[in-house]
């Protein structure tokens, strides 16, 4: 048997730890080392995380200050000894059965990254969507084309739906960013690409995945732009052998990031009215110091293209019409 750590990045989680912790202890696959890692949690979550440390000798449980997800995940990654590694997020469950089938997937295929399927889920239970991906395997050279059609459908860019070889990244040294406010699990997977032999997809939905109203993805908080240009200069400089598609996927990135903040910080953000959320996407388009970089790209979503013009005539109305009808014709549908 190869053993797997599993990585739990824990803060304030209380009420749905129990849950994420039994998904895994309970697998199918036995040879586990479960990394709790107490991120200075303020209410039960530590002691839920000792209790299961005594229940399960498995069981290694962190307590540290609090300093985020990436520092949460490194604080795992560090003691991690397995000959893969998964991260789990402390408010999401796994399939009983999917660490089994993701290390059956490596040793077929002789893999060093695992991706599977994965289940939004809402805190009343509904399914939301089912999210699969195939199930082929790639080499290196054969995924770089893949990339941006792998990130736009959300599979790339997530760390919890995957199973990686922890030699990798430890030789290599890479350890998640804490200084990118968002995106930093889609910056940990391209920057581990090039170290990359094989990438197996599997036909398998693997996680469900929460989508709390709480939760950082759904609270509009206008400080989180103040980190659009370092995060556009990270993206411009970065080196993640991508070759002939390095540019096509950093334009995708930029423009995706911008869409997702802005919809998130301003147009989702209920103390704005509608002409000061234009007004603000207006302002943001003009103090950022990238756009001469990007470009327009018929492989790209719609939405993308149109914000890209909203960009280059430094106008937002545009988008901003386009998510509120987008929007408002999801609820008709559900």
């Given amino acids: 048997m190869l053993k ?6 824990i803060y304030n989680v209380e009420q749905y730890l129990d849950k994420c912790i039994e998904s895994i202890a309970n697998q199918t696959y036995d040879d586990l080392e479960i990394i709790l890692v107490d991120d200075g949690s303020t209410d039960s ?23 985020g997800l990436s520092s949460a995940r490194n604080a795992g990654l560090d003691i991690a000894t397995g000959a893969f590694i998964m991260f789990e997020d402390s408010d999401d469950w796994l399939e009983l059965d999917v660490i089994e089938k993701c290390v059956e997937r490596t040793k077929k295929d002789n893999s060093d990254l695992v991706i599977f399927g994965y289940k939004k889920i809402s ?16 080499t290196n050279e054969e995924m770089s084309s893949q990339l941006h059609k792998r990130i736009l459908e959300m599979s790339f860019g997530y760390a919890w739906n995957k199973l990686y070889r922890l030699s990798i990244l430890k030789k290599e040294g890479l350890r998640s960013d804490g200084n990118i406010v968002d995106r930093e699990d889609l910056f940990f997977n391209l ?18 995945y929460l989508q709390r109203q709480t939760s950082l993805l759904h609270n509009a908080d206008l400080k989180r732009l103040k980190s659009m240009n370092s995060f556009c200069e990270k993206v411009v400089n970065a080196k993640w052998g991508i070759n002939d598609f390095e540019n096509q996927v950093k334009n995708m990135i930029i423009l ?16 704005l009215t509608a002409i000061k959320k234009i007004k603000y996407m207006n302002r943001m388009i003009r103090e950022c110091e990238y756009t001469d970089y990007l470009f327009e790209d018929k492989c790209n979503p719609r939405y993308l293209n149109i914000l890209f013009k909203g960009i280059k005539k430094q106008r937002s109305n545009a988008f901003f019409v386009y998510v509120i009808l987008s929007n408002l014709k999801r609820r008709i549908k559900e």
């Fill in 45 to 67: 979550s530590p002691s839920i995380c000792d209790k299961w440390k005594e229940l399960d000798s498995r069981v290694i449980v962190l307590h540290k200050e609090n300093g």
């Fill in 4 to 9: 797997v750590s599993v990585v739990v990045p």
């Fill in 256 to 271: 995706h990031y911008l869409s997702d903040a802005f919809v998130k910080n301003i147009i989702w953000n209920n103390q």
């Fill in 123 to 138: 805190e009343k239970g509904k399914n939301l969507g089912l999210f699969t991906f195939g199930n082929k395997t790639y």
């Fill in 191 to 208: 920057s581990l690409f090039k170290y990359l032999g094989k990438i197996s997809f599997l036909n398998h939905i693997g996680y469900n």
